[in-house]
């Protein structure tokens, strides 16, 4: 049996690390292709190291700063022209998450008649101004095995008319990761290198568009921050289009006058992982974010108007307060004087065991076709 996994940015590397680590484990002939899609290659080598991921074996030219539907069109261009030259033809292709190298993937496959797998199937924000969202739906419709992490995912999916025979509710490969590295990444110095306590601190990611694409969204986080700072320091690892507006929007100064905002490069798996683990309360407006403090028991302030994990609010410690301004910072506030009660459970199946689940049903579902093709 042969399987192309498909990889772009750092949170796929997270996510799909547990499922190569059980793909190992059969005779199955796996071929990792890295689109290049976060082409900072120094951060993407160390992902790759921290995490135990092989060597790709096809890592295709990085797509640059195209706009976004220009980058999805040039991704499945180079991906069809990579699958392409696989001989003998691949009888799956696995994409996760909701990147442009995920729906570029799953469409190159389809083209080229590959069945294709996506893993963090079903998930959805209702709000179609994300380009994620455009992203999942798109990937979801084509899939021929979809892969779930939360009962709203399924309930979206057939909601959507997809068949319920390629639904399936296995739980959640980031969380595999987490709780694998977890024990590794208490090693890491970077609280000491921050000069940062335990629990003394708050942490921050910021990169979707309508936080930091546009002046306006952007100064309304910068007040928030202003805010709060003053009562917590407030560690910013600032992802590289971030970085980019900043300077763009004329940021830096304000940033500057905040004392308690320590600015860092972006981090390490392993160094992300201990901050995170070790701080008051987070802020941040990324998915897989919402779901890792979930777990480790972190609170969580959601700088977005929505959430496509809601099992996060519902069972997580993840607060989805909007970007108003006054609701972030009273909450965050809250988190900080401990005025919020934590009942925090763990959600259904993330238990460490989602990548096998979803290579044991792969093995029953290809094997099974192809003796019946056969």
């Not at 777990?295 to 700088?303: A, F, K, N, Q, R």
Request: contains cysteine; aromatic residues 4%.
């Amino acid at each position: 049996m042969k399987i192309v996994s498909i990889v772009g940015t750092r949170p796929n590397f997270i996510k799909l690390a547990a499922l190569i680590d059980e793909i190992k484990k059969h005779k199955i002939e796996h071929i990792l292709i890295h689109t290049g899609q976060h082409y900072d290659t120094p951060m993407s080598h160390l992902f790759f190291e921290e995490l135990g991921l092989p060597k790709p074996d096809e890592h295709l030219v990085s797509s640059g700063d195209r706009n976004l539907s220009e980058q999805r069109e040039f991704l499945k261009k180079i991906i069809k022209a990579a699958l392409e030259k696989q001989k003998p033809k691949p009888d799956l292709v696995i994409v996760v998450g909701d990147v442009n190298s995920t729906v570029a993937g799953a469409e190159a496959a389809h083209d080229l008649g590959i069945k294709v797998a996506h893993v963090e199937a079903g998930l959805r924000s209702f709000d179609k101004t994300m380009p994620e969202e455009i992203n999942r739906i798109r990937t979801d419709e084509i899939s021929d095995f979809l892969f779930t992490t939360e009962e709203s995912g399924n309930k979206n999916l057939l909601n959507e008319g997809i068949s319920k025979d390629k639904i399936f509710f296995v739980g959640n490969v980031m969380i595999d990761t987490l709780l694998k590295h977890k024990e590794k990444s208490k090693k890491s110095n970077i609280l000491s290198k921050l000069g940062l306590d335990k629990n003394s601190y708050a942490v921050l990611t910021l990169h979707r568009p309508s936080n930091v694409d546009n002046k306006e969204g952007f100064e309304n986080i910068i007040a928030i921050l202003e805010k709060i700072q003053e009562k917590i320091k407030i560690v910013f690892p600032v992802h590289p289009r971030t970085k980019k507006n900043i300077e763009l929007f004329d940021l830096n100064e304000k940033i500057k006058n905040m004392k308690n905002l320590i600015i860092t490069e972006p981090l390490g798996y392993l160094d992300f992982l201990c901050l995170m683990s070790n701080s008051k309360l987070v802020l941040t407006d990324s998915g897989g974010i919402q779901e890792e403090t979930t777990v480790l028991g972190i609170p969580c302030i959601t700088l977005r108007k929505n959430t496509e994990r809601p099992v996060t609010v519902e069972q997580g410690t993840n607060l989805l307060v909007s970007t108003d301004a006054n609701k972030v910072i009273e909450e965050s506030l809250k988190v900080i004087d401990n005025q919020i009660k934590s009942d925090r459970r763990i959600p259904e199946l993330w238990d460490g065991n989602a990548a096998q689940r979803i290579v044991d049903i792969l093995l029953m579902e290809l094997e099974g076709g192809k003796k019946q093709t056969g």
